[in-house]
């Protein structure tokens, strides 16, 4: 497709699309995309989570291996192509800074994307996600230039997971040696979950559902993929002595700040919205359950991955600067989950 016909047609969709309609959804928008998103289709496919829609994913290498969005995996996986046929899927890694999980399915013959640096992409160009179908899933312009994030937005906050309702200490106790041997509690909410079951400031957190958590990191992590209203229990050290206590995480406590109400006006943001390592910023609506598909320029070239809905008219791209060089180590196990087996140390 030539500029100056792309250029044409989309003047003509814009023109004929209803005032009040998302611009980045609208069906006469997307038509001239079509053929700019093409070639990524092939290689986009739904990652489905218990029978249900939870992302898209980007097919990396043709022997069945998948990137998607990693925090909202949960449950029993599966891959539905574009033909329709589904298959299970298994997670073979998971990369917590970029939230990204490589899945795989037994599948041969997959055709994966080839990136291009996202550093081609000059703000006010236009940018299409790919999606399982022929039509793109939504298309926007580029905001802001591939950047690190900064303040709030530099750190990660997984708005999915299920809250204890307390604060620790940031320095982790340690025995004699030296080891450290759990997250310490400096403050304890009184709506809390922890509240409710019975912990105390001064309580050392040593372990989830019976695989030590040494230190506040260690037990961020294991509370990472859980969900409110789950249970879970804790093992604390109090006055020197091991204490279990059962409890049901809630979801974050306190009413929204005025403008994280704003930002949700638009329609739901993805639960981990935060803390990538740097981002591509454009004005496309994708919704969080169609995070983890290629974006593609007007030429088709593959810049990176959508990794979150951010804001009201804000979708983040992961860049393909920060995908490239963990796909071999994502493949060869490096960044294997950590399984928590019950009873026993996580390994």
């Known amino acids: 497709m030539t500029a100056r016909f792309f250029a044409a047609a989309l003047a003509l969709a814009l023109a004929a699309a209803p005032a009040p309609a998302q611009i980045s959804n609208n069906p006469k928008v997307l038509a001239p995309f079509k053929a700019v998103v093409e070639k990524a289709n092939e290689s986009t496919v739904r990652v489905r989570a218990d029978d249900k829609d939870v992302a898209l994913g980007t097919v990396v290498f043709s022997d069945g291996y998948i990137l998607t969005k ?87 906050d997984n708005h999915n997971r299920g809250f204890v309702g307390i604060i620790m200490a940031t320095t982790d106790p340690k025995d004699d040696d030296g080891k450290v041997i759990g997250a310490k509690i400096t403050e304890v909410d009184p709506k809390g979950a922890g509240k409710k079951a019975g912990l105390k400031v001064g309580d050392i957190i040593v372990a989830v559902d019976g695989a030590k958590t040494p230190g506040r990191v260690a037990l961020r992590d294991a509370l990472e993929d859980s969900r409110p209203g789950e249970t879970v229990t804790l093992t604390v050290l109090r006055d020197d002595k091991e204490e279990t206590f059962k409890l049901t995480l809630t979801g974050q406590l306190g009413p929204p700040d005025r403008g994280t109400i704003q930002n949700a006006m638009g329609g739901e943001l993805s639960g981990r919205r935060t803390g990538f390592p740097a981002v591509l910023q454009t004005d496309m609506v994708v919704k969080p359950q169609e995070c983890g598909g290629p974006v593609v320029d ?24 920060n995908i490239r060089p963990l796909l071999n180590d994502l493949k060869s196990g490096k960044f294997a989950p950590i399984a928590a087996v019950k009873g026993k140390d996580k390994n």
Do not use: C, M, Q
């Open 298 to 321: 007007l030429d088709g070239n593959v810049l990176g991955i959508s990794i979150a809905r951010a804001g009201r008219v804000e979708t983040w791209i992961l860049p393909s600067e």
């Open 70 to 156: 990693a925090s909202e995996l949960r449950g029993a996986l599966s891959v539905r192509l574009s033909d329709g046929t589904e298959y299970e899927a298994k997670v073979v890694g998971k990369h917590r800074d970029t939230d990204l999980a490589l899945i795989r399915v037994d599948v041969k013959d997959l055709k994966p994307v080839t990136f291009t640096d996202s550093k081609k992409a000059v703000t006010g160009h236009w940018l299409a996600a790919a999606g399982p179908t022929s039509e793109p899933v939504a298309v926007g312009i580029v905001s802001v230039k591939t950047r690190k994030l900064t303040e709030f937005d530099a750190f990660i």
